[in-house]
């Protein structure tokens, strides 16, 4: 490793007279590079939950595969090991304590993979592509939870090969989030339904979408008391909505904004508008990150309602993000999103995943 690392201009490669024009446009925020990224586009990203010692990533991508890498705390990345499904995989997530991490895949199967062993099983089935999986762990039960473009929401024990529940839902799952005893799910044809997983999980409403155009991503924020209180609902027109399930002020409290456009609030000229492929809420400041098939993210505070930062552009998409338990380290990936078809897709490019200290850029700016 040299001193500069790979930001120094001579010697990188690119077309420029000094070669830095091109070789730093894929890392323009000289983030970490995350050693031996997929192959292939990379659909989700997901860190180790507290109750394990250490960071681990994992990322999945359309390259059928999972991977896991220990993030160790000078930053450096070690690659751990790797599971394969028969189709893209799409969503990933972890069980509470970190022993099992749980794969959903277009193959139409999900499977519960153990660290510990590296064995890898599959644990549910649906009739189309599995788009979303959770894991639920709840006083009196613990499963897994499966959305899918077969327009159910799936209730698994891991032990069964039948589903604890199922549930229909009135379009495919697009995108969902769990922090119990809550969950949303939001569908195609900008559908958005919010589970209670007490007891057991049951339809709690049917909510009319903030947003006009389709749904792409979602995430549930808490209040102080820890608590979920709400969702933020991205877009494919770049907008977010900040959606509160019981507010004192629907009115008020509830709102929309824009972001991942070319030339910011300026309404006066056409701008190019881009999806906001994935949104996380901060661990400890209840901030969020937003990021965007035009290559950047972007930090934000909904309480204030300002911006806190956002990101250099990047020479292709960002398709997924993360942050880790204590809310230290912001991991986005790098990839090709084919929002703009396949005439854009460069099989040359690589794509990348990167770390990027996150313990300062997301702390609200008039903290009391």
Known sequence: ??????????????????????????????????????????????????????????????????????VQDNGQTVPKAQQMHTGPVLDVCWSDDGSKVFTASCDKTAKMWDLNSNQAMQIAQHEGPIKSIHWIKAPNYSCVMTGSWDKTLKFWDTRSPNPMMSLQMPERCYCADVVYPMAVVATAERGLIVYQL????????????????????????????????????????????????????????????????????????PQDIYAVNAISFHPVHGTLATVGSDGRFSFWDKDARTKLKTS????????????????????????????????????????????RNAAEELKPRNKK
């Open 1 to 70: 490793m040299s001193l500069f690392g790979t930001t120094s201009g001579f010697g990188t490669g690119g077309t420029g007279v000094f070669g830095s024009t091109t070789a730093d446009s894929h890392n323009p925020m000289k983030d970490v590079e995350v050693t031996s990224p997929p192959d292939d586009s990379i659909s989700c990203l997901a860190f180790s939950p507290p109750t394990m010692p250490g960071n681990f990533l994992i990322a999945g991508s359309w390259a059928n595969d999972v991977r896991c890498w220990e």
């Open 198 to 269: 007490e007891n057991q999980p049951s339809e709690f409403r049917r909510i009319d979408s903030p947003l006009k155009h389709q749904h792409r991503c979602v995430a549930i924020f808490k209040d102080k008391q820890n608590k979920p209180t709400g969702f933020a609902l991205g877009s494919i027109e770049g907008r977010v909505a900040i959606h509160y399930i019981n507010p004192p002020n629907p009115a008020k409290d509830n709102f929309t904004f824009k972001c991942h456009r070319s030339n910011g609030t300026n309404t006066t000229t």
């Open 312 to 355: 250099e552009q990047l020479d292709q998409p960002i398709t997924a993000c993360c942050f880790n338990n204590n809310g230290n380290i912001f991991a986005y990936a790098s990839s090709y999103d084919w929002s703009k078809g396949h005439e854009y897709y460069n099989p040359q490019k690589k794509n990348y995943i990167f770390l």
